[in-house]
């Protein structure tokens, strides 16, 4: 075995803990088999939800919880008997993962009917506002005058002649009265 000279000696006696606990622990995800097969087998199961993101904790404590479940069949399929951690404290891992799961989703969910309830709010107090597309996820107040403007621009020559003849007779009448 190499000798090391130079590095601290508990660096040494602490990798060489890892060392043990890394065996110990391929022996129950791997047990045999590809040292990192349970990485690729988890993987392989969320390859399956192209749209899922890890910034999501829901998505990110499911992604713990199916290490566990994958420890558990391998363990069963495998007929090996776990070293570390064995099938019941396994289950209640996927258990309490399972619950943090609910209890966030609950939260977002709560948290996203509040916002709603928010902006419906706002939008019962507003008169002149136009929503746009749910897409963009806000609403914004539209100045008026500048979209008539706008409309318009767009309008042929004929039309916005008739347009002005109308205004303009309008404020006649106006005047008249």
């Known amino acids: 075995m190499t000798e090391y000279k130079f590095g601290h000696p508990r660096f ?54 199916m290490k566990q479940v994958d420890a558990v069949l391998w363990g069963i399929s495998a007929g090996l008997k776990h070293k570390v951690e064995g099938l019941s404290p396994r289950l209640a891992d996927v258990t309490v993962y399972s619950v943090l799961a609910r ?29 746009l597309p749910e897409s963009l996820k806000t609403m914004q107040m539209i100045d008026w005058k500048a979209t008539a403007r706008r409309e318009l621009r767009r309008l042929s020559k004929s039309k916005k002649r008739r347009i002005v003849k109308v205004r303009r007779n309008a404020r006649r009448r106006k005047g008249n009265k």
């Open 12 to 65: 040494y006696e602490l990798m060489r803990e890892y060392m043990d606990l890394h065996d110990a622990k391929n022996h129950d995800y791997a047990g045999g088999g590809d040292a990192l097969g349970n990485f690729d087998r988890v993987a392989a199961f969320f390859a399956m939800y192209p749209g899922l993101r890890l910034s999501n904790p829901v998505v990110y404590m499911m992604s713990l919880m």
């Open 103 to 131: 209890i966030k989703s609950e939260e977002a969910e709560a948290k996203a009917a509040k916002e709603q309830a928010r902006l419906d709010n706002e939008s019962r107090g507003a008169t002149s506002c136009v929503f």
